[in-house]
């Protein structure tokens, strides 16, 4: 093995500890810790967010062409973005009393339609469709703690928004504004981990940061699909 097939291999050893950090998310839910389940999805979170970049800089696919990385992305995108998230929704009761189990089934099933659309990036990078970020969805009830019904409500709207044609900004991807877009995500990524370590009782001040993060990027993205239509399909 060569210096640069090892390095390959570390790149995908770290996609892979994603869904390491998954696992250990299910047993704190099961064990009814719910903040040490958010912490690990926290950390899966970073590892995506950085594995992208490593594959890149040490040319993974050219030097380990037999193992699809993206396919290992997916499956750990798909266990910690979606079902741990479904999970923690349904264990901890977060939406009204006989609605736990359709809203699981709705993030499952609209999700799975998301990851096989071929279309679900656009010509400028931006998502088509809500991108099944379901972490980043516990995340915002764990730290606002909304009603049961309004839960329900955003489930239910996120669900269908994944087979709307509206832009969702990927911040790694998206060229326009992006050093904006990437210091609203840091900052807004600062704020959860300040307020998840505050919980129970999260620093008013981050929970204003992650607001108004959320705000900013729903905002872009509904300004990008008004005044800027896909180009056509080749």
């Given at each position: 093995?060569?210096?640069?097939?090892?390095?390959?291999?570390?790149?995908?050893?770290?996609?892979?500890?994603?869904?390491?950090?998954?696992f250990?998310?299910?047993?704190?839910?099961?064990?009814?810790n719910?903040?040490d389940?958010?912490?690990?999805?926290?950390?899966?979170?970073?590892?995506?967010?950085?594995d992208?970049?490593?594959?890149?800089?040490?040319?993974?696919?050219?030097?380990?062409?037999d193992?699809?990385?993206?396919t290992?992305?997916n499956?750990?995108d798909?266990?910690?973005?979606v079902?741990?998230?479904a999970?923690?929704?349904?264990?901890?009761g977060?939406?009204?009393?006989g609605?736990?189990?359709?809203?699981?089934?709705?993030?499952?099933?609209?999700?799975?339609?998301?990851?096989s659309?071929?279309?679900?990036?656009t010509y400028?990078?931006?998502?088509?469709?809500?991108?099944?970020l379901?972490?980043l969805?516990?995340?915002?009830f764990?730290?606002?703690?909304?009603?049961p019904?309004?839960?329900?409500?955003?489930?239910?709207?996120?669900?269908?928004?994944?087979?709307?044609?509206?832009?969702?900004?990927?911040?790694?991807r998206?060229?326009?504004?992006?050093?904006?877009?990437?210091?609203?995500?840091?900052?807004?990524?600062?704020?959860?981990?300040?307020?998840?370590?505050?919980?129970p009782?999260?620093?008013?001040a981050?929970?204003?940061?992650?607001?108004?993060?959320?705000?900013?990027?729903?905002l872009?993205?509904?300004?990008?699909?008004?005044t800027?239509?896909?180009k056509?399909?080749?």
């Open positions: 093995m060569t210096r640069d097939q090892l390095r390959a291999w570390c790149v995908h050893v770290f996609t892979m500890s994603g869904a390491v950090c998954g250990l998310a299910l047993l704190n839910i099961t064990n009814n719910p903040k389940a958010i912490w690990w999805l926290i950390v899966a979170l970073i590892i995506d967010g950085v992208g970049s490593l594959a890149r800089k040490f040319k993974v696919t050219e030097h380990l062409p193992v699809d990385g993206a290992i992305d499956i750990v798909y266990f910690t973005y079902i741990i998230p999970y923690y929704i349904w264990w901890f977060l939406v009204p009393e609605w736990a189990t359709p809203a699981a089934i709705a993030i499952l099933m609209s999700s799975q339609y998301h990851f659309d071929l279309r679900h990036k400028d990078n931006y998502f088509r469709g809500f991108p099944a379901w972490n969805v516990v995340f915002g764990y730290v606002f703690e909304p009603t019904i309004v839960s329900l409500v955003i489930i239910f709207a996120l669900s269908l928004a994944t087979f709307v044609p509206m832009k969702f900004v990927h911040p790694f998206v060229e326009r504004l992006r050093r904006t877009n990437l210091a609203v995500a840091g900052l807004g990524s600062l704020a959860l981990i300040a307020a998840v370590a505050t919980s009782e999260p620093a008013g981050s929970k204003i940061v992650i607001a108004l993060s959320i705000l900013y990027f729903l872009i993205g509904a300004h990008r699909s008004l800027q239509r896909d056509p399909e080749m």
